[in-house]
């Protein structure tokens, strides 16, 4: 039987290739937790980093990565929840949503380095901000936009219209009703996209290297005005970020245990990325059935 | 309404956030006391005198607890092109002002901080410890493909060649090409990755600094000079170059005191030494933008 | 309004707040503006941003051919790159880039196709249960963390296997076809899914084995779907960076064959931008390689629009 065969062929051979591409994706996350988890400790973790051969902690960058997807997060998050109401309830069916949708689609689709070097280029360069936290938050906020507002809007899309005219029919304002009915019906969705998204945002580097810089000055722990140019606050100081770290050290670190040291970052890199995704889907499931009452 | 002015809230603070940051910067500098030194200073550019400039940074701000001095890589293009805009108070360089196209030097002080010697290096396997100039340029050049056309193992040559525009770059070019066109090769930016290549790739050459030599490396020796502080200081070893740092006008006092810092003894003899580059106080020669080399 | 205490005056402002109340909007009429306001705003914003990015980065990367008088055939098709004296032909880095994101293509299509078919027909269960996780998870992981692994692993073994320094094209086609891989296989998975269960159930009900249906039926009309994810995996290799730059050596040649050092524009972009003097040549060339890098992500973006089309009119016929 010719077709008994081939199909058994190609059944083996389907196996094989899942089995190969099984086999580099653990290679490749037990490598790196192999060779970087011995070197994780609190004090690496908390240490700051030898300005001069890049050894030590990576305490700083730490803080910086999470200080800078607070402020994207504060700035995406409201423009996309905007913007996904507009899409998903003010937008007609019209060439001018087309133009909008395909410009979303566009930024989207932007390598990451393009929209870190327009980021330079507005923000160092034309602004003269230099590099700092701030320029940082803005590209990555360039770059998170399209992802949440779709999202958004998905999210809203997929709420179904009877829960529309209810609000509705109770004399409320779309407006109203979008904020007050459909939004927190749609919050699951949302707050899994935010999450997610976070992920991406922690371990993006190419838009970041000539936006938020490529040092991470010492900064004084115990200062939390953000006004004041050594607190860790302050949004107008240069901030390397965990991510912009271990490409550093991989292409200048001179110190001698440069590899470990920049396995043991990836290695905490991952792990944060895992504890995103993973939140993502605890978060997701929890408030669903907070809000929908259901199991 | 709640939502909805949480939204509000949250557009308006941006909206601030986006005007704040266009003024923030330009107000920080300006506040002087007569008593303790006090303002903002940044340097921002060479990858290759950050580290000196953010560990003498850090000492000058143990002292000077008022001044908020940043030190950021980013290369000598963006140190120089920020200072010339204003937007930095020093910009760090590898190289004169007037060798970078569209800086206008004359406008910019230049204040020299260390000296730093560079060598060719090669793997081990090589076997070559010594080269002639003609040799190495030929090498560089493309001329030259196999290792045993200098007297070394019959093996090819893999030149690793650092980014163009990079200081490295030019100071090497200057002192050993003189005009003649680098083969395309390979190119690294980093002091770091060229030691790691050179020092595992097989037939490998490259230059480095003096201050990144390991022993898992063969520093070449050029007409039997070798490459040593002491050659650079009386120009015998021709392949070295001045770290700068660039300000425009007339510096505010805690830039003009850093920069005098970086000047001091305590700088100079120890931390510049420490750190491999060599001190300008021991220099015996002085070398110009255009390369012309006269005795102190 | 209530503070009279006339007679008249007080039908007078009756009928004038009636009036007012007809005549104006109602509360939540306003609020619907306000709200309609915001949103607008917001959208606007996301409209400047993707404008005024388009209009930077086309006027700094066409600044090479209006203001240096580079004719644009030279600077696409000359090979000698050496901005700094004034030689810029970026046909390096374009056949580079190019290289490497269809190498990477074409060696994880087969993969991802083939992942993919497991998770959906072979073994859906363990698919959804144990794969899907694990793929999810590698979209998320960090370039530069495979660039890393990429310098850690891939660049020493390419070393000892065909020797010179380890970094070149092949180095960088093995770190973006596992940085594709997920992006694709997920996005594949996705397009199966959506083939119609009684594709499949006419095809096995009219005796055909598992693999005749597979390959006849089900690759076949899902064919739209899975190009458009090997599209958008070739988008993400092709613009992606630090990895790329870590691996690939960075010489601005043109690449004799699979093991030579090669650059790429994004890895021309990240190690260049920061020695050159923004308005001069060698800038402006930079940016008019982030303008191809611009270019080319509207392309691919164009061709999964065009894709998608297609693919919809196969389905209506």
Request: aromatic letters at 8%; glycine letters at 8%.
């Amino acid at each position: 039987m010719n077709a008994k065969r081939k199909d058994m062929i190609a059944t083996v051979i389907i196996d094989l290739i899942v089995a190969i591409v099984v086999g580099i994706l653990f290679f490749l996350l037990a490598y790196i937790l192999i060779k970087g988890l011995p070197h994780v400790s609190w004090s690496f973790l908390t240490g700051a980093t030898d300005s001069f051969d890049g050894s030590g902690g990576i305490g700083v960058q730490l803080f910086n990565s999470f200080y800078l997807l607070v402020l994207t997060m504060l700035i995406s998050i409201p423009i996309s929840l905007g913007a996904g109401i507009y899409l998903a309830e003010y937008a007609k069916d019209n060439w001018r949503t087309s133009l909008i949708r395909s410009a979303i689609e566009v930024l989207s689709s932007l390598p990451s380095v393009v929209v870190g070097l327009f980021g330079f280029l507005l923000f160092v360069v034309k602004f003269k901000i230099g590099f700092s936290v701030i320029s940082g938050a803005i590209a990555l906020t360039f770059f998170n936009l399209p992802l949440l507002t779709r999202n958004i809007e998905e999210s809203l899309s997929a709420v179904p219209r009877s829960q529309r005219e209810a609000g509705f029919s109770l004399g409320l304002s779309k407006w109203k009703t979008e904020v007050g009915i459909i939004l927190p019906v749609a919050l699951p969705g949302i707050v899994t996209g935010v999450v997610l998204s976070a992920g991406r945002v922690f371990g993006e580097a190419a838009a970041l290297i000539y936006t938020a810089g490529q040092s991470a000055p010492v900064t004084n722990f115990a200062d939390w005005n953000p006004m004041d140019a050594a607190s860790p606050l302050n949004p107008f100081r240069p901030a390397e970020t965990l991510a912009v770290h271990i490409w550093k050290m991989n292409t200048e670190g001179l110190a001698s245990n440069a590899a470990a040291l920049s396995a043991a970052a990836s290695a905490v890199l991952i792990i944060a990325v895992l504890l995103f995704n993973l939140g993502a889907r605890v978060l997701g499931s929890y408030l669903y059935r907070r809000v929908t009452a259901s199991k | 309404m709640n939502k909805g002015s949480k939204l509000a809230m949250g557009i308006a603070a941006i909206s601030l956030l986006l005007v704040g940051c266009g003024k923030a910067t330009s107000s920080t500098g300006s506040k002087e006391s007569s008593a303790a030194l006090s303002g903002k200073v940044t340097a921002v550019g060479s990858t290759a005198l950050q580290p000196l400039a953010a560990k003498a940074g850090t000492n000058f701000t143990a002292k000077n607890t008022k001044v908020n001095l940043t030190v950021q890589g980013g290369g000598s293009g963006t140190g120089l092109s920020q200072v010339q805009a204003g937007a930095v108070s020093i910009g760090d360089s590898d190289i004169f002002a007037e060798e970078k196209d569209g800086i206008k030097a004359d406008k910019l002080t230049d204040h020299k901080v260390a000296v730093v010697g560079m060598a060719p290096v090669v793997n081990k396997d090589s076997g070559v410890k010594n080269l002639k100039m003609a040799q190495l340029k030929q090498i560089f050049t493309g001329k030259i493909t196999n290792w045993k056309e200098v007297g070394g193992k019959d093996e090819k040559i893999v030149i690793i060649n650092r980014a163009q525009g990079s200081g490295t770059r030019a100071t090497f070019e200057n002192a050993v090409l003189k005009g003649a066109d680098a083969v395309k090769s390979q190119e690294q930016d980093s002091n770091g990755a060229v030691q790691k290549i050179v020092s595992t790739t097989p037939g490998a050459i490259s230059y480095l600094a003096f201050s990144y030599f390991t022993n898992k490396l063969q520093a070449v020796s050029i007409d039997n000079v070798t490459p040593t502080d002491n050659n650079v200081e009386t120009n015998k070893w021709k392949i070295w170059s001045y770290e700068h740092m660039y300000t425009k006008g007339t510096p505010d006092k805690a830039t003009t005191a850093f920069l005098k810092y970086m000047d001091s003894k305590t700088v100079q003899d120890s931390l510049v030494k420490d750190m491999g580059y060599i001190s300008i106080h021991d220099m015996k020669v002085t070398k110009d933008a255009k390369g012309v080399v006269t005795q102190n | 309004m209530e503070q009279t205490n006339f007679q008249l005056k007080k039908q007078d402002t009756q009928s004038q707040e009636w009036s007012k109340r007809l005549h104006h909007a109602t509360r939540a009429t306003r609020e619907d503006w306000i709200g309609r306001g915001i949103s607008y705003l917001c959208i606007g914003v996301i409209i400047l941003v993707v404008a005024s990015m388009l209009w930077f980065i086309t006027s700094k990367g066409i600044a090479t051919f209006t203001q240096n008088h580079v004719s644009l055939w030279k600077f696409l098709s000359g090979t000698d790159w050496s901005p700094s004296q004034g030689k810029i032909g970026a046909l390096p880095m374009i056949v580079g880039s190019f290289a490497v994101t269809f190498a990477a293509a074409i060696v994880a299509t087969p993969f991802a196709v083939g992942t993919a078919i497991f998770m959906t027909e072979i073994s859906p269960n363990k698919g959804r249960k144990f794969l899907q996780p694990v793929i999810e998870l590698l979209v998320g992981i960090p370039s530069v963390v495979y660039g890393f692994i990429g310098l850690a692993v891939v660049v020493p073994f390419m070393r000892h296997l065909v020797g010179g320094s380890g970094f070149g094209i092949i180095s960088a086609t093995f770190v973006l076809f596992v940085m594709v891989l997920p992006t694709i296989t997920s996005m594949t998975v996705d397009s199966l899914r959506a083939v119609p269960r009684y594709y499949k159930e006419a095809s096995l009900a009219l005796g055909a084995t598992r693999w005749q249906t597979v390959s006849k039926v089900i690759l076949r009309s899902a064919t739209p779907g899975i190009l458009t994810a090997v599209i958008f995996g070739m988008a993400r290799a092709f613009g992606e960076a630090l990895a790329v730059q870590m691996v690939i050596g960075n010489a601005a040649v043109m690449p004799k064959n699979l093991i030579s050092a090669a650059s790429t524009l994004t890895s021309q972009l990240t190690t260049g931008i920061g020695d050159t003097i923004d308005g001069t040549l060698p800038n402006n060339a930079l940016w008019s390689l982030a303008l191809i890098l611009l270019l080319m992500s509207l392309f691919f973006n164009a061709l999964v629009r065009v894709i998608a089309k297609r693919g919809q009119l196969k389905h209506e016929r």
